[in-house]
T-cell receptor, first 115, second 113 residues
Framework: DAGVIQSPRHEVTEMGQEVTLRCKPI?????LFWYRQTMMRGLELLIY????????DSGMPEDRFSAKMPNASFSTLKIQPSEPRDSAVYFC?????????????FGEGSWLTVV | AQSVAQPEDQVNVAEGNPLTVKCTYS??????LFWYVQYPNRGLQFLLK??????LVKGSYGFEAEFNKSQTSFHLKKPSALVSDSALYFC???????????FGTGTRLQVFP
């Protein structure tokens, strides 16, 4: 199994630029999650989808952040415009939906630095 | 609201000694508890989970966790630590009625040769 695939793995961008992070969930997994990890705030859930529909986006920090899931095998997290405080590791994760028993599997993360 | 607490920022243990990484939880209803490990510059890897049944759960890499309802704890254990176990460990709880995982702050495990 290929696991959750994220791209890019590393990105350095200038403040004000648009950043797009991409995720391919595990095949057959219909729940998809975007988490952010920082030293100060730890792991935060930004948004999650079930069957391509956003279920809870209460963790999205600002209007500068947006996420889409146009189909079952692809999701994007976009930051526009980016700011230095957005520097973090962004993880995508996926699981089978519908039950609390299911395990969530994480990708290797996208390491974002905004200068 | 569901939450987990990891009271130790760091745990140090000598190689070959038993290790324990602590986690306590607060949930309404049945707890669904998870442990993940994060190696440097890597994503989170699933170690084990408690759903129901036996209080002692066995997982990957020789790790196990003990669910204790009376103490609302779910401590991670290993009988004999390896230097390669050095990593960041996260306890997590599934939010009731949702697919969301709520994570603790993490505990850094350092195993010394």
């Amino acid at each position: 199994d290929a696991g959750v695939i994220q791209s890019p793995r590393h990105e350095v961008t200038e403040m004000g630029q648009e950043v797009t992070l991409r995720c391919k969930p595990i095949s057959g997994h219909n729940s998809l999650f975007w988490y952010r990890q920082t030293m100060m705030r730890g792991l935060e859930l930004l948004i999650y989808f079930n069957n391509n529909v956003p279920i809870d986006d209460s963790g999205m920090p600002e209007d500068r952040f947006s996420a889409k899931m146009p189909n079952a095998s692809f999701s994007t997290l976009k930051i526009q415009p980016s700011e230095p405080r957005d520097s973090a590791v962004y993880f995508c994760a996926s699981s089978f939906p519908g039950t609390e028993r299911n395990t969530i599997y994480f990708g290797e993360g996208s390491w974002l630095t905004v200068v | 609201a569901q939450s987990v607490a990891q009271p130790e920022d760091q745990v140090n243990v000598a190689e070959g000694n038993p290790l324990t990484v602590k986690c306590t939880y607060s949930v309404s209803g049945n707890p669904y508890l998870f442990w993940y490990v994060q190696y440097p510059n890597r994503g989170l890897q699933f170690l084990l989970k408690y759903i129901t049944g036996d209080n002692l759960v066995k997982g990957s890499y020789g790790f196990e966790a003990e669910f204790n309802k009376s103490q609302t704890s779910f401590h991670l254990k290993k009988p004999s630590a390896l230097v390669s176990d050095s990593a960041l460990y996260f306890c997590a709880v599934r939010e009731s009625g949702t697919d969301k995982l709520i994570f603790g702050t993490g505990t850094r495990l350092q195993v010394f040769p």
